[in-house]
């Protein structure tokens, strides 16, 4: 059985005109599970940030980090990726 972790902080780049991206945002919103956004349209070190860790230049891009150390990335609006991190994490209920 794989060990619940606790969700640290959710970042999730984004631009201003990306419908997928204000999508993810309403869901998480919905759910009232709190993140940190960074727009890459005006932020250039968060857009140097997006494709160190991504290694690429779409949006959304999201990061979940977990008490442990780990990180998780999910690249797009990818609901079930992010449906999937959520009912594994202890402190976020799906």
């Known amino acids: 059985m794989q060990k619940r972790r606790k969700i640290i ?3 999730i780049y984004s631009t ?3 419908a997928y991206c204000t999508s ?3 869901w ?3 759910k009232d599970i709190k993140y940190t956004v960074y727009n890459v349209d005006e932020n250039p070190i ?3 940030n997006m494709v ?3 290694g690429q230049m779409g949006v959304p891009f999201s990061t979940i980090e977990y008490g442990d150390g780990k990180q998780s990335k999910i690249l797009g609006f990818d609901r079930p990726k992010f449906e999937a991190v959520f009912s594994a ?3 976020v209920n799906m």
């Open 9 to 11: 902080k959710i970042t």
């Open 16 to 18: 201003k005109r990306c």
């Open 24 to 26: 993810l945002k309403n």
């Open 28 to 30: 998480l919103d919905e």
């Open 46 to 48: 968060a857009a140097q």
């Open 52 to 54: 160190r860790l991504s």
């Open 89 to 91: 994490a202890k402190n």
